[in-house]
């Protein structure tokens, strides 16, 4: 039985493909540890391969985290440090990173699109982060991600209205490289994996990854400022919105937001 992430070695790539597709794969803690996990063991060989992340199927790349069972304050922590555990083994990884996106980027979902440095979509695929409807607000490292993506114009559309855009407006908003017919995808992405690995120098490719890095990690905030963007996240994800919102949300309803008591 497969697990929750399947890997899948070809030639200089490794795909990496979130197995949940009755969950419009998405992440749940296990496969938040295993992505993570797989992502550590690759970093360990001499020459990383170049990871191609998808989901399973053409229906869903990752449609966000899955908080099914995530009842309590103890539960959204353990999620939270899967979720981090994730998402730095992503950012860590030296090789490229190529996202191929069919259906739903959303939410956790968007956060590894924009860490990939490709992004190539099909036709079908809608991209967002939709927080905002739940009540809560997207981490501030992710939204800076973000915004050093597409920039603050069209990152303050994602980020306040929650709605999602679809592959041509994403690719408008330089939220992706490429939009495809989706049975063209797959080969480009094997396509660019192979002038990435294959015909470009591993040395060159992978500095030049850990300088962009290195030019966008000197973006520091202070402390101060750290500070206060964790106290407005607290103060919002653990407000009575932040918790009506995905309580709504496993119980298939509308939320109802109101001043918080």
Do not use: H
């Amino acid at each position: 039985m497969a697990g929750e992430i399947i890997v899948e070695e070809r030639e200089y790539t490794c795909i990496l493909a979130i197995n949940r597709p009755d969950r419009r794969n998405a992440l749940n803690r296990a496969a938040l540890l295993a992505m993570g996990d797989a992502l550590n063991r690759l970093r360990e060989r001499e020459r990383p391969p170049v990871a191609i992340l998808r989901g399973a199927g053409r229906d869903a790349f990752c449609a966000g985290g899955d908080l099914a069972g995530v009842t309590g304050e103890a539960e959204m922590r353990l999620f939270i440090e899967g979720l981090d555990y994730c998402l730095q083994s992503l950012i860590d990884y030296p090789s490229p990173v190529i996202a191929m996106i069919y259906g739903y980027a959303v939410g956790a979902g968007l956060d590894l699109a924009v860490i990939a440095d490709f992004r190539l979509a099909a036709g079908s695929a809608f991209m967002g982060a939709n927080l905002v409807k739940l009540g809560r607000i997207y981490y501030y490292t992710s939204a800076l991600r973000l915004a050093n993506l597409v920039g603050w114009g069209a990152a303050r559309e994602l980020l306040l209205t929650g709605g999602l855009v679809n592959a041509g407006r994403a690719g408008e908003m330089g939220l992706v490289n490429r939009v495809l017919p989706a049975e063209q995808l797959e080969g480009e992405a094997f396509a660019l994996a192979r002038e990435l690995a294959g015909e470009n120098s591993f040395q060159a490719v992978t500095g030049t990854k850990a300088m962009i890095r290195k030019l966008m990690d000197n973006q520091v905030l202070s402390p101060g400022v750290e500070a206060d963007l964790k106290a407005i996240m607290e103060s919002v994800n653990s407000g009575r919105d932040g918790r009506e919102g995905p309580r709504s949300f496993l119980e298939k309803r509308r939320p109802v937001f109101g001043d918080d008591s």
